[in-house]
């Protein structure tokens, strides 16, 4: 087959990603397991651009009881939808050319890549249209020996997943961005309120400064910090595209 060329050096600006997450009738698809669900959300320059692919599948065989009380999604539920065969030329056009980002990338391109497989070898792998950036070993290099699950990430990140019972693969995707732009260059909340005990100063109000106390002592920002702060800066606008400040008046 002809491979598209995938360029690893796109503009930040301009660059396509598309977020995916999968659910399948079960863990293994060495086993005869199936996809049942393909949920994709799309971003450029590291924007949501609205533009989503969402569908369910019909798997041609059982989903487990287990992979059931994971996701909600039922056989009754997947008895006429399509089959991947019938979907597949439109998600490889959806995803061709764009950079995957995959929360454990090894699960679902596995998954995909069987079912193209199934279909022939003429469709190729996920490989040959898409290049795949895989979260979970990139977190967890970030944060050496701490959970690194995507409910985790969203809990360190302060990603809302609250309307999160069960698992699907369109709402995984979702929050997968989410966590995705505040891992890679996102800004945490400047503000976080601390842990406080019953009883606290921060329970009983505001306490306020004495009138008659020293003048706070102003830190000027030495020469090499400001360089380091400007070229931080420039980093931002480079990787977002988007400037989100206002220089100070001279």
């Not at 059931?68 to 006429?80: A, P």
């Not at 959970?147 to 699907?168: M, P």
């Not at 995984?172 to 961005?177: G, N, P, Q």
């Amino acid at each position: 087959m002809d491979h598209t060329q995938i360029d690893n050096n796109q503009d930040p600006k301009t660059k396509r990603q598309i977020i995916l997450d999968t659910e399948t009738t079960g863990i293994d698809p060495a086993k005869g397991h199936r996809i049942i669900e393909i949920g994709c959300v799309e971003m450029i320059g590291r924007k949501l651009t609205g533009n989503h692919f969402h569908v369910y599948l019909n798997p041609e065989r059982l989903v487990e009881e287990e992979a059931i009380r994971v996701h909600g999604i039922t056989n009754e539920f997947l008895q006429d939808k399509p089959v991947f065969a019938q979907v597949v030329d439109d998600f490889l056009e959806y995803i061709r050319g764009a950079e995957l980002v995959i929360h454990n990338a090894p699960f679902d391109v596995g998954f995909l890549n069987s079912e193209l497989a199934l279909i022939g070898s003429h469709k190729g792998r996920i490989e040959d249209v898409a290049t795949v950036f895989d979260t979970l070993p990139y977190a967890r290099e970030k944060f050496p020996g701490q959970r690194n699950s995507l409910d985790a990430l969203c809990k360190r990140f302060d990603v809302d997943n609250g309307h999160r019972t069960l698992h699907g693969a369109l709402l995984d995707a979702e929050i997968l961005a989410d966590v995705y732009l505040m891992m890679t260059g996102g800004q945490r909340k400047l503000f976080v309120p601390t842990q406080t005990q019953k009883g606290s100063d921060h329970e009983k109000g505001i306490k306020r400064l004495a009138e008659d106390r020293q003048p706070l002592r102003v830190v000027h920002a030495s020469a090499a910090e400001q360089e380091a702060h400007a070229a931080y800066l420039a980093q931002i606008e480079e990787e977002s595209g988007v400037r989100k400040w206002v220089e100070p008046s001279q």
